[in-house]
């Protein structure tokens, strides 16, 4: 387990660097040397034979700061909805090739990750504020949690109310319940001096929404579920909770472990599995199923998204996708997945967000590598998974923290949240995810999983 990333592409395809499209328009392709490194220049991009870049929307006033970094994204007919650390997007995508922005609400915070859910919009809030309210500043810092924003009106969101949560909100999972909407939230902490994060921190806590009345919005539940830890340095929170209603069934990335849920009962979730991986897995940062619910893909974010691990120097196993089988109801991991293309020093790269290609019968995610950029993979032979695609730019300079948030397939299409480049729309033809385009999505938030 502890091989060297080799620079070997496991693409059948050869690399092809691509001009970037100007701003909502198709690409045009140029011929480019084969490569098995990211060697393109600033601002270029390359792509493997089978992906296209199709368009890109760079970020706009007031979302394009220095510090408003793109976060991530959710879907709901012809619109997708962008987090960012300034406030968020709406954006028509009914072509995808000329996406346009329809709103932006300045609503500064960290780090803004969006759900959506009907005419609800959910941002989590990581920041302390002096308010619930987006014109609240940072100066008494008393304040952080749910946001949530009525989004009948897609070109006038209104905010609507707030939840605060002990430590905040790094990311939320919401799990539908008829008119009601519970939402899991995942936060760090404890941090003794802290006005909004004392010790000790419960994990998860759960927020009911009432969908007619979300002003009315509470904190119902804050499950112990390691009990044995609430008075120990280890409470650390949780990172992220996948939920798969469907399956009464959530995994939930809890820095130090990963955790098998039964929200058969979504107010009281019972642990079935904890699991760790002390010698590859530094922060259990996401988890996906696959279509069935027979696998789970946990991420390990090594150093934060803000190192470059994808390098020579960083084992495979450190900073990749742990691919578990679920047997018996039980975890058994089966493999490991890291991007086979080595980054350069000045390239933040680790696992981040992704979501599956809805290819029936097969197990394919895209995701986000930050400046690894886009990758497709295929983990249908959980112990042997490869990487089948992937799309990427050249340094970002500055050494700045940059490139793929949150890479996600939607209806024919994958779309990502570019850091500092705004949202780019890719395309993959081939033939093993080809079916996924005959899968029509109405609506797609990564943490509440659908069966296709």
């Known amino acids: 387990m502890g091989t060297v990333l080799l620079l070997a592409s496991a693409c059948a395809a050869g690399p092809q660097p691509a001009e970037a499209p100007t701003p909502a328009t198709s690409t045009r392709e140029t011929s480019a040397p084969a490569a098995t490194s990211s060697a393109a220049p600033t601002g270029d991009v390359m792509t493997s034979d089978n992906v296209k870049f199709v368009a890109n929307l760079p970020?706009?006033?007031?979302?394009?700061?220095?510090?408003?970094?793109?976060?991530?994204?959710?879907?709901?007919?012809?619109?997708?909805?962008?987090?960012?650390?300034?406030?968020?997007?709406?954006?028509?995508i009914s072509d995808p090739a000329t996406p346009r922005i329809v709103s932006q609400v300045a609503c500064p915070a960290q780090q803004n990750d969006v759900s959506v859910y009907g005419d609800l919009l959910i941002l989590s809030v990581d920041e302390p504020r002096a308010g619930e309210e987006c014109d609240a500043g940072d100066g008494s810092r008393e304040w952080e949690g749910l946001r949530i924003f009525d989004i009948s009106d897609k070109k006038s969101p209104e905010y609507v109310g707030a939840v605060r949560t002990d430590c905040g909100s790094h990311t939320h999972t919401m799990v539908p319940a008829g008119e009601t909407l519970y939402v899991y939230v995942s936060s760090p902490g404890p941090e003794p001096e802290s006005k909004t994060c004392p010790p000790p921190h419960e994990l998860i806590q759960i927020v009911e929404i009432p969908t007619k009345s979300p002003k009315s919005a509470k904190i119902v539940a804050k499950p112990d579920i390691f009990p044995e830890r609430q008075h120990s340095d280890l409470a650390s929170g949780c990172h992220d909770i996948t939920a798969y209603p469907e399956k009464k069934l959530a995994a939930a990335a809890c820095f130090g472990d990963g955790v098998l849920l039964d929200i058969s009962d979504p107010v009281k979730p019972k642990v079935l599995q904890q699991i760790t991986d002390t010698e590859?897995?530094?922060?259990?940062?996401?988890?996906?199923?696959?279509?069935d619910a027979t696998k789970v893909v946990f991420s390990d974010e090594l150093g934060g998204g803000g190192q470059a691990t994808c390098d020579r120097n960083t084992p495979a196993t450190k900073g990749a996708d742990a691919v578990y089988d679920i047997v018996n109801g039980k975890l058994e991991r089966r493999g490991y997945f890291k991007i086979p293309r080595e980054q350069q020093e000045n390239e933040n790269c680790v696992a981040h967000n992704g979501s599956l290609i809805p290819v029936p019968g097969k197990d394919v995610m895209v995701q986000a590598w930050y400046q690894g950029g886009v990758s497709i993979w295929d983990f249908t032979d959980s112990a042997h998974p490869k990487e089948i695609g992937y799309f990427e730019r050249g340094p970002f300079p500055g050494g700045d923290i940059a490139g793929s948030w949150s890479a996600y397939y939607y209806n024919g299409y994958i779309y990502s949240s570019d850091i500092r480049e705004g949202l780019d729309v890719l395309r993959i033809d081939d033939p093993l995810t080809d079916p996924a385009k005959k899968v029509k999505m109405d609506d797609f938030n990564v943490q509440t999983q659908k069966s296709y």
């Open 280 to 291: 590859n897995f530094q922060i259990w940062h996401s988890a996906t199923f696959n279509n």
């Open 59 to 92: 970020r706009t006033a007031p979302l394009n700061g220095k510090d408003d970094i793109d976060t991530d994204l959710a879907f709901q007919g012809d619109y997708a909805y962008q987090g960012n650390f300034g406030g968020f997007a709406i954006y028509d």
